[in-house]
Each structure stands twice: as structure tokens, then as C-alpha cells.
């Protein structure tokens, strides 16, 4: 790594612990790799949402990309952070989930919309609207379109598939090919 990569791989190392996942990849592209760090970082541990709707988000995206890595690293988080098990299983399964909090399932149903419909409803829109305002709802798209990025990027890179575990999606399709070092260039 160049100066600029070493300066970043360490700034992400004292963040998150260490340099792994998707900045292995994006520390190819230095900027690219900051701006990324810098907007997860804001979609994972700062927006507006409560902790148990950022990882709602992110374990949502996961499955809709199929983002094998993204779902392991994230799935007891998001139980521990207060997501129904019942509730990630249905994701997993791509069923409906179901919560007893009105504004969790007003969340879910304009983050399920906005993935799989591309479009929110008028209905679902104002009921999000109503409970997490326009903050919320913009926070919303932005931790949406990061975790989307992520795993897109995942994918793509086949970083650490994790061969020596179950994939977590009965219809998954793709898997297989483990890159050592978990990136391809």
C-alpha cells in the first residue's frame, strides 16, 4: 500500500477494529474507499434511526443482495439490537416480516418497498413519514443505498464467502467461489 492507503487502512482500523470486508477492496481507490468509510460509518453509528432500525437496514440490503458477508456480521447484532428472530428468519426467507411496534413494521414495509418496488406507495410513505419524519426517512434511503453499495461491492469482489458456513439464504446462487484474501481485483 501506498502512504494514502496506509494512512486510511489505519484511520478504518482504529474505527472498526480492523481492515476488513469491503474497505480491503476499496482501499484500491483511496477516495472512493474514505467517502464509502465515511458514509457507512455515518449509516451504521450516527444517523438519525435507533440502533435496531440501522441494522434493520443493513441486514435487509444484505438480503437483497444476497450479501452473504454483510448478513453473518450482522445478524446477532441486529437480534442483540432488538430485531425479532422471528423477523430476520421471514428476511432470510424473503417472507413477510411481522413487528408488534406499529413504526418497526411502518419502517419495514417503506425499506421492503423501496428494495424490491423501487417506488413507496403513498400509504407506506405517510405512515413512515409520520413516525420517523423527514429526517428519518432521508437517513433512511442513505443507510438503504450505503448497505446496497456494500454489498454490491461484496459480491462482486467475493470478499470472504465464508465457505466453512452455511449459506444463510435458501435460495442463494453464486456462492462457491472463495478468492483467498477475499478480494478480486
Known sequence: MDARQQELAARIAGRRGAVRGPFRVWLHSPEMCERAESLGAFARFDSSLPEHLRELTLLMAARNWDAQYSWNAHVRQAIEAGIPEAAVKAIAEKREAVFDDPADQAFYRFCREVLED????????????????????????????????????????????????????????????????????
Open 118 to 185: 423501487h417506488f413507496v406507495t403513498d400509504g407506506t410513505f405517510a405512515a413512515a413519514l409520520a413516525h420517523f419524519g423527514p429526517k428519518g426517512l432521508v437517513d433512511t434511503i442513505g443507510a438503504l443505498g450505503n448497505f446496497t453499495m456494500l454489498g454490491m461491492c461484496l459480491n462482486t469482489f467475493q470478499v470472504d464467502l465464508q465457505a466453512d458456513r452455511e449459506p444463510p439464504f435458501p435460495d442463494i446462487r453464486g456462492y462457491g467461489r472463495v478468492v483467498p484474501g477475499g478480494d478480486r481485483p
